[in-house]
């Protein structure tokens, strides 16, 4: 074989292997921004849920606050000698807080499963 034939295998050789380094390139950078892609939207979910948490954990702060206003109305305003959970006002209190516990335990496991 003559060295210019040679040349031209030589060069159709690299030309081959660089086009098939250009189509693995590619095929990297494809799969690369797929999981780019899904890692931010896993990250723009968690950061949803945990909003979503703070919120429902501010509710249950209200809920509280009014809970203790209640039990002070009936003790010191109007004198009972006793307020149970079974009292009208403090009931339907205690069913929201339990019901916003509820939600964020659920919203917590939630955002568990999102975990990497």
């Known amino acids: 074989m003559r060295f210019g034939d040679k040349m031209k295998e030589l060069a159709s050789k690299a030309g081959e292997k660089a086009q098939d380094w250009g189509e693995k390139g590619i095929q990297a950078s494809k799969e690369l ?26 509710q249950v702060q209200k809920l509280v606050c009014q809970l203790g206003s209640a039990v002070y109305q009936a003790l010191v305003e109007r004198r009972d000698r006793s307020i149970g959970p079974d009292a009208p006002e403090i009931k339907e209190i205690l069913r929201e807080l339990a019901s916003l516990r509820e939600s964020i335990e659920k919203k917590t496991a939630e955002l568990e499963d999102r975990k990497e």
């Open 33 to 58: 921004v797929s999981k780019a892609g899904a890692k931010a939207q896993n990250l723009g979910e968690r950061g949803v849920l945990i909003m979503e948490i703070k919120q429902l954990e501010g």
